[in-house]
């Protein structure tokens, strides 16, 4: 039987990973910042209901993991009310704490191998973003290809997490 946290994290992956995918693509600032606010809450609240139900299952690194995710989606929402170009300085926090994440839960068989190469391909991408926003390049969060092409493979991998709490028992 599938418990209420597995139901609201997965919705609050899905509204997540639609809005913040939504929010790079507009065109409006106040409207960019009110989808990722929202992305933002629905993803905090998911990681700390995935950080619990990992510790309690006795998964150490990916509970940590989460709540390492958890941290950096948090700069990320402390940023989005200043705009594009202020919210660099935690947006570069955000996604390497996010990388740092990723890697950790993809670390263990927790999830399916295509969730975790997913993780890990995401992952990837923003530690390449944030170093290159570090050594000069300068990037913002919508910035393409780079950190841009990361979201999609961010969002394939909240997919993965979803399909893993709902998925029907054998």
């Known amino acids: ?3 209420t946290s597995d139901t609201i994290v997965a919705i609050g992956l899905a509204i997540g990973g639609a809005l913040g995918m939504a ?3 507009v065109g409006s600032d ?3 910042e009110t989808l990722w606010t929202i992305d933002g809450v629905g993803v905090v609240v998911a990681a700390a209901l995935l950080t619990m139900k990992y510790q309690r299952l006795g998964n150490d690194l990916v ?3 989460f709540l390492t995710f958890l941290a950096g989606e948090s700069l990320l929402l402390a940023g989005n009310a200043a705009g594009l170009q202020a919210s660099v300085p935690s947006y570069v926090g955000g996604i390497a704490l996010w990388a740092a994440g990723l890697v950790m839960v993809s670390a263990q068989a927790t999830f399916a191998l295509w969730v975790r190469l997913a993780g890990l391909v995401a992952a990837l ?3 390449v973003s944030a170093l290159m926003i570090l050594w000069g390049a ?3 969060p919508t910035s393409a290809p780079l950190p841009a092409i990361g979201y999609p493979f961010l969002v394939l991998t909240f997919i993965g997490w979803i399909w893993t709490l709902l ?3 054998r």
């Open 23 to 25: 929010g790079t693509f």
């Open 63 to 65: 509970a940590a993991g």
């Open 167 to 169: 998925k029907p028992e």
């Open 125 to 127: 991408l923003f530690t």
């Open 1 to 3: 039987m599938r418990s």
């Open 30 to 32: 106040a409207l960019r």
């Open 138 to 140: 300068p990037l913002l």
